[in-house]
T-cell receptor, first 116, second 110 residues
Framework: GAVVSQHPSRVICKSGTSVKIECRSL??????MFWYRQFPKQSLMLMAT?????????EQGVEKDKFLINHASLTLSTLTVTSAHPEDSSFYIC????????????FGPGTRLTVL | GQNIDQPTEMTATEGAIVQINCTYQTSGFNGLFWYQQHAGEAPTFLSY????GLEEKGRFSSFLSRSKGYSYLLLKELQMKDSASYLC???????????FGTGTRLLVSP
């Protein structure tokens, strides 16, 4: 199957700093990437949908100025958590898919963010 | 609105069979997925149903009834390594978005 990587796998930062998480599709071109957040013992919550070369579409309740998403190429999307606070500590997971309605989503391994 | 329900937790014994149910009410429908997720890891794909009926893949089977908004995942010959969370997800019809259910934590005991 297709491989999606995320970097870093874990990050600890101080409150008020910004953190950038990268999501890469390694062996296919991803026209669409999705960013999810998962709090402990909860399910995945979609944050935003990112299409290459266009602005991301954010889900209701997700602050676009706080969670900056850039999908500059068909193999890379980045999520930047700006001015992070302890409540932003979570497991962030990306997924990637190719074009077409029946395309499967391939998930990255996730990034554990801890804000002190 | 979007609503996908699963039982929160289930327990079963090694070697047994367990059925995890999922009911959904979504604005669009273009397929239902089941994922397995171990703690601290990303979800891994188990099955996909878009038409009514049963899909079988080894020890795992998934069933879909679109008219009832209902699916189940059947796990046979349970193994200890099957202890994990199982996520039901419905794909939105127009934007490929996946809406995840609440997830079911399965504990397999000896």
């Amino acid at each position: 199957g297709a491989v999606v990587s995320q970097h870093p796998s874990r990050v600890i930062c101080k409150s008020g700093t910004s953190v950038k998480i990268e999501c890469r599709s390694l062996d296919f071109q991803a026209t669409t990437m999705f960013w999810y957040r998962q709090f402990p013992k909860q399910s995945l919550m979609l944050m935003a949908t990112s299409n290459e070369g266009s602005k991301a579409t954010y889900e209701q309740g997700v602050e676009k100025d706080k969670f900056l998403i850039n999908h500059a190429s068909l193999t890379l999307s980045t999520l930047t958590v700006t001015s992070a606070h302890p409540e932003d500590s979570s497991f962030y997971i990306c997924s990637a898919t190719t074009s077409g309605k029946s395309s499967e989503q391939f998930f990255g391994p996730g990034t554990r963010l801890t804000v002190l | 609105g979007q609503n996908i329900d699963q039982p929160t937790e289930m327990t079963a014994t090694e070697g047994a069979i367990v059925q995890i149910n999922c009911t959904y009410q979504t604005s669009g429908f273009n397929g239902l997925f089941w994922y397995q997720q171990h703690a601290g890891e990303a979800p891994t794909f188990l099955s996909y149903n878009v038409l009514d009926g049963l899909e079988e893949k080894g020890r795992f089977s998934s069933f879909l009834s679109r008219s009832k908004g209902y699916s189940y995942l059947l796990l046979k010959e349970l193994q200890m390594k099957d202890s994990a969370s199982y996520l039901c997800a419905v794909r939105d019809g127009s934007f490929q978005k996946l809406v995840f259910g609440t997830g079911t934590r399965l504990l397999v005991s000896p």
